[in-house]
């Protein structure tokens, strides 16, 4: 089956570095995609991995291991407005549609 | 307008009711999604459109019905609905659907069937 797990919530302190990870069982793999939402708004796109590797975008990193299923997204330099769920999805190679975790709450504290 | 723009923000329905939410995209993009927000629940693809061409249905129930006139609106018609399809119903658009990059969301419409 496809199964995507990420934590259900995460809380951290403003200026300080968190890192959500996302652990995926998919049939077919095209690629992992993070997205931030914020509540009540849409979710916007933070980083793209089809290949292994750190993918740095500013205070925000996205980390890829094919072989073991595993991303992560690590922000540094915590902000206020950080405060938001983090959606994991892997791009099936199918019907190259996405299959999307549950998302990570991230709450940040002064 | 730049973007995904969704109709209404917020709809109130009886499971007797018709009501119908609108998408319009204004980046040029030839592919339209709907998926379905639950609380604490994976994102739901519905339905996918590919140049106004229906290209994927998640086996959805027959009280939602889509329509993309053209490759810059969707709508799905809403009829005889239950209340557990109360939700945040998104639309999103991308360039093709194929190997695509990045999609782009409408801030949603969060429906209540009572």
């Known amino acids: 089956g496809q199964n995507i797990d990420q934590p259900t919530e995460m809380t951290a302190t403003e200026g300080a570095i968190v890192q959500i990870n996302c652990t995926y069982q998919?049939?077919?793999?095209?690629?992992l995609f993070w997205y931030q939402q914020h509540a009540g708004e849409a979710p916007t796109f933070l980083s793209y991995n089809v290949l292994d590797g750190l993918e740095e975008k500013g205070r925000f990193s996205s980390f890829l291991s094919r072989s073991k299923g595993y991303s992560y997204l690590l922000l540094k330099e915590l902000q206020m407005k950080d405060s938001a769920s983090y959606l994991c999805?892997?791009?099936?190679?199918?019907?190259?549609?996405?299959?999307w975790g549950a998302g990570t709450k991230l709450i940040i504290k002064p | 307008e730049t973007g995904v723009t969704q109709t209404p923000r917020h709809l109130v329905m009886g499971m007797t009711n018709k009501k119908s939410l609108k998408c319009e995209q204004h980046?040029?993009?030839?592919?339209m999604y709907w998926y379905k927000q639950s609380a604490k629940k994976p994102l739901e693809l519905m339905f996918v459109?590919?140049?106004?061409?229906?290209?994927e249905n998640n086996s959805v129930p027959s009280r939602f019905s889509p329509e993309c006139p053209n490759s810059s609106h969707l709508f799905l018609h809403l009829h005889t609905l239950q209340p557990e399809d109360s939700a945040l119903y998104l639309c999103?658009?991308?360039?093709?659907?194929?190997?695509?990059?990045?999609?782009?969301f409408g801030e949603g419409s969060r429906l209540t069937v009572l």
């Open positions: 998919t049939s077919g793999f095209n690629g």
């Open positions: 459109y590919n140049f106004k061409e229906q290209t």
């Open positions: 999103a658009s991308s360039q093709g659907t194929a190997n695509t990059g990045e999609l782009f």
């Open positions: 999805a892997v791009r099936d190679t199918g019907n190259y549609q996405l299959i």
């Open positions: 980046l040029g993009h030839n592919a």
